[in-house]
Structure formats: structure tokens, C-alpha cells
């Protein structure tokens, strides 16, 4: 998730397991580390200011390790389309001058692939929603700055620069339709860039990986032949797990509005309700399981601001599996509907 102006971090929803050693990987570090185990190479580093690592099955350490090479290239071309702080980026651009010519492939096909799930979530998905983020980022940066948050006034005001259907798409121009619109693509960048980052290695016949560009996505089943097995962060304990799931060719993200918060009461968060400006409330988490990693990480956005009928339909609909962690300490899974 690429965050907006503020000095602000991405918490960790999910702890990554080597399943057939039996070996619990701690959180990554910064920087890298190649790690060995039997036909199994391990990168961990950062991307989009993330957390990230990579678990390669290759007999080969040296080929493995060029592979490794080569996905950090596509992600780091790749963030240098996406980036907000990067002032020269095609979505810094875009956002500046509210219009970008001869867009990139990579955005035209992020963009197209938001506005699909924004019309799947009836408008709960929205990359649009930076002008938000920028309302709440400069709320609270303000000395003795109003504990209640932004006024409805403001809220309103921002919501006049919200809608992802002002966003106009073609092959040669991404234009806003309203001025000084704003767009983040912090609900599905890192997904779409795990995505990328998978197509890669299996163009190059890799059968067996786990790719974790801040959402997780796998290629097969580990080398023990054994599902990957990882753990989902429990909300009020940080760093505790509160459920374990096994991955084989699908990709799970998870999204809170705990993973980066405003106020020191940690009242607003970042994810923000196209619908009427106010933060998230209605879950501390939710994990989703899909078949690709953007999906995934678009719709855990998505469904910590729907009820639960409207995330069973959809649910149902596209074959997921959804996990949420209540304000009270419950949970509720969602799996596809006979």
C-alpha cells in the first residue's frame, strides 16, 4: 500500500510460515537476506514501503537467485508508476495536472481493473478517495487539532472531488472529469504488483513460490507439497496470529483500519467510506482469499465498509473465502454459498 503525505507505515496483517520445515519466518527486515533451505531460496526486503518477501522453489540457488533479481526490477519499475512520493511518476503526474497522456500500460490497467471492482462493490472501492486521505492527513497535523475530526462541512467539501466514475480512461489519456481530484492506489498497488511479480516467474516455469509484495500470493503448493501456510495478525494483539490458513494458487490480502490510524485514540484510520467521508468502523479486519492478489487486496478494502449480506453476495459470486475480526472480539467467515 503506497501511503499518502504523512510519515506513516503499513502495519503487517499477515506472518508467512515455511510449511514443510516447520520453521515460523519472522516479519522481514529492511534491507536484504537470502535464506537457504532445501531448493528453497528466501528474499525478504520492502516495496511500496511494505514489508515484502519472496519464496522461490528452485534446485538451483544461482537461477533462483537471478529470478529473485529480476522481480525486484519489476517492482521497482512498477513503483516508479504508482509512486506518490516520487514527484515524477505517472500517478503523481496524473494527480498534479489532472490528466496524464500516453498513459502507462501498467496504470491504464491498474485504473481499469479499480473501476471494475468499484462497480462490483456498488462504490466501496475508490481510488479517488485522496482527496480524504489529504483532509484527515492535514486535520491532524494541525496543533490542538479537533479531537471529532474534520467537520461535515469539510467532509463535504472533500466529497465534491470523490466519485470513481469522474475518472475518464482511454488508451491515449486518463483524465479527471472534476478539477483537483486525486487518486491512491493504496487498496490494490501492492496486490496488482504481486500479480505482476507472479506472471513473471511462471512465464520462467516456476511451479512452486510464494510471492509477498504486501499482499501474498501462491504459485503452487510449497516443494513439501504441502499448501503454504500463513497466519492472519489478530487486530487487538498485534503480532499475535488469530487464524492460520493454507494457500495453493491463490492469493490472500487483508485490510484495517488498525494498520494505520490518524488520531493518538485511534478513532480514523485510513480506510476511507466513498459514500460519506468517515473512516472504517464496521470491522478492526478483514482477509480475503482469491485468485489473484489485486482482487484480493481491492475487496478486503472494500468489505471493511459493507455489511455482511452485501460481502456474502459477493462472495458467492466470485468464489472467495473472507475472514473478519468484530469490533467485540468475534469473527465471521464467508465462504461461497451452496
Not at 154 to 180: C, K, M, Q, Y
Request: aromatic share 6%; net charge negative.
Amino acid at each position: 500500500m503506497m501511503l499518502g503525505p504523512l510519515n506513516l507505515t503499513r502495519r503487517r496483517f499477515i506472518t508467512i510460515a515455511a510449511a514443510a520445515a516447520g520453521l515460523a519466518l519472522p516479519v522481514p527486515r529492511r534491507g536484504l537476506a537470502a535464506i537457504s533451505q532445501p531448493q528453497l531460496r528466501i528474499w525478504t526486503g520492502s516495496a511500496l514501503g511494505a514489508d515484502a518477501m519472496l519464496q522461490i522453489a528452485h534446485p538451483d540457488p544461482a537461477a533462483a537467485d537471478r529470478l529473485i533479481e529480476l522481480s525486484l526490477r519489476e517492482v521497482e519499475r512498477l513503483e516508479r508508476v504508482f509512486s506518490l512520493y516520487s514527484s515524477d511518476s505517472a500517478l503523481s503526474r496524473l494527480n498534479r495536472d489532472g490528466y496524464l497522456d500516453d498513459p502507462p500500460a501498467d496504470l491504464l490497467r491498474i485504473m481499469a481493473d479499480s473501476e471494475r471492482l468499484s462497480r462490483l462493490t456498488a462504490g466501496a472501492f475508490d481510488v479517488t478517495v485522496q482527496p480524504l486521505w489529504d483532509l484527515y492527513a492535514d486535520h491532524f497535523a494541525r496543533p490542538a487539532a479537533d479531537p471529532a475530526g474534520p467537520s461535515k462541512a469539510a467532509r463535504e467539501a472533500a466529497l465534491a472531488r470523490v466519485g470513481h466514475s469522474r475518472v475518464l480512461l482511454d488508451t491515449r489519456r486518463i483524465a479527471f472529469a472534476t478539477p483537483s481530484m486525486g487518486v491512491t492506489l493504496n487498496g490494490i498497488a501492492q496486490g496488482y504488483i504481486t500479480d505482476r511479480v507472479v506472471e513473471l516467474l511462471r512465464a520462467q516455469g516456476i511451479a512452486h513460490a510464494l510471492v509477498d509484495m504486501g499482499e501474498t500470493r501462491a504459485i503452487g503448493g510449497h516443494p513439501s507439497g504441502t499448501p503454504w501456510s500463513v497466519g492472519i495478525e489478530d487486530p487487538r494483539a498485534p503480532g499475535e496470529v488469530i487464524e492460520e490458513v493454507q494457500l495453493s494458487d491463490c492469493a490472500i490480502a487483508t485490510s484495517g483500519g488498525y494498520g494505520t490510524q490518524f488520531d493518538p485514540a485511534g478513532k480514523f484510520n485510513h480506510i476511507f467510506d466513498p459514500s460519506d467521508g468517515r473512516t472504517s468502523w464496521r470491522y478492526l479486519s478483514v482477509a480475503v482469499i482469491a485468485a489473484d492478489a489485486a482482487t484480493a487486496d481491492a475487496l478486503s478494502t472494500a468489505f471493511t465498509l459493507m455489511t455482511p449480506e452485501a460481502t456474502q453476495r459477493l462472495v458467492t459470486a466470485l468464489d472467495l473465502r473472507a475472514h473478519f475480526a468484530l469490533p467485540d472480539g468475534g469473527r465471521i467467515t464467508q465462504i461461497r454459498a451452496a
